[in-house]
C-alpha cells in the first residue's frame, strides 16, 4: 500500500481554491502532504481559506489574481516556482457559468465566459507547463471541464461551448506531454454543490430556477467527494475522473446514439420553449 503522504515534497496550485471543488482539491492535496498555492480572483475568500487552513496547520499560500489576466498569471506561476523551488502539480479549475438563450446573450457575456473558462486555461498551460517539465516524470496537470463538456445542453451554450474546448485541449495536451512525463488528467463532474451554479448568470424563468436549485439540492455531489477521486487520478496515473451526478442519462443516452440524443434534447427544448410562452 502506498504512503497516505504521497506528495510529501511536492508543491501544488490550484486556480479558483477559495470555493467549491478547488478548496476541496486543495485540501485533499495538502493531506496528502503536498505544499499548496491556491489561486482565486475573490480575494476576500481566499484570504479566509488561506486563514482557516493555516489555523489548521496546513501549509497553504495564497495568491489573488485574475487567471484571465495572461501577465499577472504568469507572474503568479514564476513567483510560486521562485519561492517554493519546484511545481509538481497544477489544477486549472477556475471557471465560470453563463447561460440563457445563445441568441439573447450580449457578446460581452461570451467573451467574459471565453476569456475566464478558455483563455485562462490556456494561460496556465502557456505559464506552468515548463516548470512541471522540470519536476516531470511525476508531475501532473489537471483540467477541470464539466458532464456539460461531453453532452451539449440548451440554455447554457457559452458554458458548454467553453468545456468542450478544455476537453479537446486536454485531451491533444495528453498525448503531447506524456513522451515528458507529465500526467493529464481531465474532469467532467456533473452537478457539485458549490457557488457555481447559485451565483451564475444564467437567464432562465423564474420557475425554472426554482427548479434547476431543487434538483442541485437533491442529486448534487459534495466537493470533497470529486477531489477525493481527483487526487485518486493522479496518484493512479487514470486519464479522466467521470461522476456525472444529475446528467448521467444524458451521457448515456449520448453514448448509445448520438442522432438519439439530439432528436431529445430537440423535443425537451421544443417543450421547455412552449412553458417559456405560456409564462
Ligand atoms: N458546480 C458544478 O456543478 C460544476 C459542474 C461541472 C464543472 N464545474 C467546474 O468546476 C470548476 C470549479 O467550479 P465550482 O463549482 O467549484 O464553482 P465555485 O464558484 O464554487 O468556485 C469557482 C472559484 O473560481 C474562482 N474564479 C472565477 N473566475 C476566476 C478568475 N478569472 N480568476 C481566478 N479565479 C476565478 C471564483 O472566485 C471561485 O472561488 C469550474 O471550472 C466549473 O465550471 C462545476
Not at 265 to 278: I, M, N, S, V, Y
Request: one cysteine or more; proline letters at 5%; glycine letters at 8%.
Amino acid at each position: 500500500m502506498k504512503s497516505a503522504l504521497f506528495l510529501e515534497g511536492k508543491v501544488a496550485v490550484v486556480t479558483g481554491a477559495a470555493s467549491g471543488i478547488g478548496k476541496a482539491t486543495a485540501e485533499e492535496l495538502m493531506c496528502h502532504g503536498a505544499e499548496l498555492h491556491a489561486v482565486d480572483c475573490d480575494a476576500e475568500r481566499l484570504e479566509a481559506t488561506v486563514k482557516e487552513w493555516r489555523d489548521a496547520g496546513l501549509p497553504a499560500h495564497g495568491h489573488v489574481v485574475d487567471c484571465a489576466d495572461e501577465a499577472a498569471f504568469r507572474k503568479v506561476a514564476d513567483d510560486i516556482a521562485a519561492s517554493a523551488g519546484r511545481i509538481d502539480i497544477v489544477h486549472l479549475n477556475a471557471g465560470i457559468a453563463v447561460g440563457g438563450l445563445a441568441e439573447s446573450i450580449p457578446a460581452a457575456e461570451w467573451r467574459r465566459i471565453v476569456n475566464v473558462n478558455q483563455m485562462a486555461v490556456i494561460y496556465g498551460v502557456l505559464a506552468f507547463v515548463p516548470y512541471l517539465k522540470r519536476t516531470a516524470p511525476g508531475s501532473a496537470l489537471v483540467f477541470t471541464s464539466s458532464a456539460v463538456g461531453l453532452c451539449g445542453f440548451p440554455y447554457v451554450a457559452p458554458y458548454a461551448m467553453t468545456k468542450f474546448a478544455v476537453a479537446g485541449l486536454a485531451e491533444s495536451l495528453a498525448a503531447e506531454l506524456a513522451p515528458a512525463g507529465i500526467h493529464v488528467v481531465t474532469v467532467f463532474p456533473g452537478m457539485v454543490r458549490s457557488r457555481l451554479i447559485p451565483t451564475s448568470k444564467i437567464d432562465l424563468p423564474e420557475k425554472w430556477r426554482g427548479k434547476v436549485l431543487a434538483l442541485l439540492d437533491r442529486v448534487a455531489m459534495p466537493p470533497e467527494k470529486l477531489a477525493h477521486c481527483i487526487v485518486k487520478a493522479i496518484r493512479k496515473k487514470q486519464r479522466t475522473v467521470i461522476m456525472l451526478n444529475g446528467m448521467g442519462p444524458f451521457f448515456w443516452v449520448k453514448r448509445l446514439s448520438v442522432s438519439l440524443y439530439q432528436m431529445l434534447l430537440g423535443w425537451g427544448t421544443r417543450w421547455l420553449l412552449r412553458e417559456k410562452k405560456q409564462g
